[in-house]
């Protein structure tokens, strides 16, 4: 895995010193990606430069070093990321006549660009990559970012100025980043805990979504096409379902599974797993082990507090399948030292606090390996969060509910859900047993979008982000719509636990999921490769018949379960799914009740002008009563704070840095 940056100015006459310092800078904010080596290649003439940080994974030797300039002298490219089918690649490469120096994946990919042009190449990639390749004959500069998003990619353009970065920090070494933060993202980040793309938290600057390429032909506005649409690949797999029986789809899936996982394992540098002892992580570990001639790493964190920890359960998994297995146990002043620092690594708002533990696993994995695998993406693809049967119940019982209450008024519903709350019975027949009792203040927003007839994917919407003051709680802004509110997702996709895992792939999982992922392990040098999410493996389960993959709550992920059983006993891995997270909750009351009092000052909130502080404050002032839990509200607004407060100080030290070096010169 590597850091990339650059960025192409048609200004001319910048002179070969500005380009080479200037993309010597971006790539130096990102040597935690690739501390191994770095480099520059520029153009003066085309005023372009392209930057690189490497960590070496596959040819240790200097035949891997980028920027790398094509056989044929045309193309040069600098990239992130591991490609899975290289060997192949080469074979039909080399029968085109193309020769190589080493055996990189890069050398293989860029070869491919130039022999059969970039999009073509992208259509035969099995990998997770993000790269920018520049055209020498064409002067046209192209980015491409894998189908699901495992690997980032920013890119902004001011004026004649194009640049990007696999992290936001690349952008802000440059002397031409001028942004403003954008509140309409800054909404979303409060709803989502993440900056849903393409959008970033700065106005005008942006991700490139998966499966996209950008093409910037010269002193010309970029042009954004995708090589692998998922709507249309979903909407064909539903179309043109395998007619197999269960046997048969686990079958399907363990082939499928156990060669994924295989050419996940090459490496030229040590290689383990995460493993928790979840559904996902274990059958990753357990193919893994079954073609190792020896113990694999793997490793797992675990926490004092029961609730919180999997630790016994992946030594147990682990156990069984006799890999070498390594745990640390985290003691919560450990996970509260990290929290100052989460905004020098996730250089963009990010309130997952699964985060924590991430970083924390990460760099525990670091210390013995360079490259581990992960079992991210099962949830997703095959139905493993709770919230997915939840909201197909909800769905359910809103299409039964009778016509004129469903188009009764929202407050009228809202106080039918205060009665529930307090213990009505009127709609107890209709509505989900989990609804019937305990009804906590976010649910009625969910209930409220239930009863006057919302569609299935808003509903889904309120149940996975059930912040009724979202947009409240912001000065200025406005959501802007998102994909989750698409209602022509409903005609594409059907079925709707089919169409909300869709979703949630398209949205939750690259700009949250495999964000978090790749932030944190990339903090401490560490490639983390995600096999689940192979395309191959998307495309099978996208094809199989819903009923095959979604039962309910209590066996989720059905076929996954149905290929670990093969591998482990049910009894080791049979129990209700639990997050990888941190108690919040609890900390905001006892030993961050400091660090947030501070962050969430009256005076502070209304001199930056971005929250109501009145509104805030009644919100923080309810969690420490114990009114209402508010922890994930709460903890979206800290994190912005913390970022910012980050971000500032590092303006301060580049704006000390520059008055020293005008002072010398």
């Known amino acids: 895995m590597c850091g990339i940056a650059g960025f192409l100015d048609t200004r001319g006459a910048l002179g070969a010193e500005y380009l080479a310092a200037t993309g010597a800078a971006m790539a130096a904010t990102l040597r935690h990606r690739g501390p191994d080596d770095s480099g520059v290649w520029i153009d003066p003439a085309a005023g372009i430069s392209l930057a690189h940080q490497r960590l070496a994974i596959l040819d240790l030797s200097p035949a891997g070093r980028q920027p790398m300039v094509s056989s044929c002298g045309r193309l040069v490219l600098t990239y992130n990321g591991e490609i899975y089918n290289h060997a192949e690649l080469r074979r039909e490469l080399e029968a085109h006549g193309r020769r190589f120096r080493g055996h990189c994946d890069s050398e293989i990919l860029l070869e491919a660009c130039a022999e059969w042009g970039v999009k073509t190449a992208l259509g035969r990639l099995n990998g997770m990559f993000a790269f920018a390749v520049w055209d020498r004959a064409t002067r046209t500069l192209t980015l491409a970012r894998d189908r699901v998003g495992i690997k980032p990619l920013y890119w902004a353009r001011f004026g004649n100025l194009f640049m990007f ?83 048969e789809a686990v079958d399907g899936l363990e082939s499928l599974l156990r060669d994924t996982v295989g050419r996940h394992m090459a490496a ?25 001639s020896r113990p694999i790493n793997t490793y797992t964190i675990g926490f004092a507090e029961p609730r919180y920890d999997e630790a016994r359960h992946a030594r147990e998994v682990a156990a069984h399948l006799g890999t070498a297995h390594t745990e640390l146990y985290v003691a919560p002043e450990q996970a509260l030292a990290i929290i100052p620092e989460l905004p020098r690594w996730y250089d963009e708002p990010f309130a997952d606090s699964s985060q924590i533990p991430t970083l924390l696993l990460s760099e525990l994995t670091r210390r013995h390996v360079t490259v581990a695998l992960s079992g991210d993406g099962g949830d997703e693809l095959l139905g493993g969060y709770t919230s997915y049967y939840k909201a ?24 039918a859900a205060e009665w529930i709350l307090a213990g009505g019975a009127m709609l107890s027949g209709v509505l989900p047993v989990f609804l019937r009792h305990k009804l906590s203040l976010n649910r009625r927003s969910v209930l409220t979008h239930t009863f006057v007839g919302a569609t299935e994917s808003d509903l889904y919407r309120q149940v996975v982000c059930p912040l009724e003051d979202s947009a409240a709680v912001m000065s200025d802004a406005r959501e802007r719509p998102d994909l989750l509110q698409d209602a022509t997702t409903e005609v594409t996709l059907p079925d709707f636990m089919e169409r909300i895992g869709f979703l949630d792939m398209m949205t939750r999982l690259p700009d949250g999921m495999l964000t978090k992922v790749d932030r944190a ?88 002008g971005f929250f109501d502080p009145t509104l805030v404050r009644a919100r923080w002032h309810e969690h420490l009563a114990g009114m209402h839990n508010r922890g994930k509200l709460l903890w979206r607004v800290l994190m912005f704070q913390q970022w910012r407060r980050h971000q500032a100080a590092e303006s301060a030290i580049t704006s000390g840095c520059l008055g020293a070096s005008g002072g010398a010169a």
């Not at 010269?218 to 998922?230: G, L, R």
């Not at 769905?395 to 009778?402: K, S």
């Not at 004129?404 to 008024?409: C, Y």
């Not at 709550?553 to 049910?570: C, D, I, M, S, T």
């Open 165 to 247: 970065g696999s992290e936001l920090k690349a952008l802000r070494a440059h002397a031409g980043w001028a942004p403003e933060i954008d509140r309409d993202s800054l909404a979303a980040f409060v709803r989502y805990s993440y900056v849903p793309g393409p959008h970033s938290i700065y106005c005008g600057v942006f991700k490139l979504s998966p499966g996209h390429l950008l093409v910037l032909p010269y002193a010309d506005a970029p042009e954004i096409h995708p090589y692998w649409d998922a709507r249309e690949v979903a909407a064909a797999a539903a179309a043109n379902r395998l007619d197999i029986s269960e046997a």
């Open 268 to 292: 030229d540098v040590p290689l383990g797993a995460f493993l928790s002892g979840g559904i996902d992580s274990s059958v990753v570990a357990a193919l893994m082990q079954a073609q190792s």
């Open 392 to 415: 197909r119940a909800l769905a359910q019982a809103g299409r039964y509910l009778p016509m004129p209450l469903r188009g009764a008024t929202a407050g009228a519903t809202t106080a």
């Open 521 to 608: 392990s990339m903090a401490f040098g560490l490639e983390v490769r995600v096999p689940l999410l192979d395309h191959r493996v998307v495309e099978y389960v996208w094809r199989l018949a819903p009923a095959l993959k979604y039962v309910d709550a209590g066996e989720n992920k059905r076929l996954l379960r149905r290929v670990l059983y093969r591998y482990v006993p049910r009894a080791l891995v049979d129990r209700p799914k639990r997050g990888f997270d941190v108690p919040i909750k609890a900390w905001l009351w006892g030993p961050l009740r400091t660090w947030a009092e501070e962050l969430l000052d009256e005076r502070r909130l209304a001199e930056d």
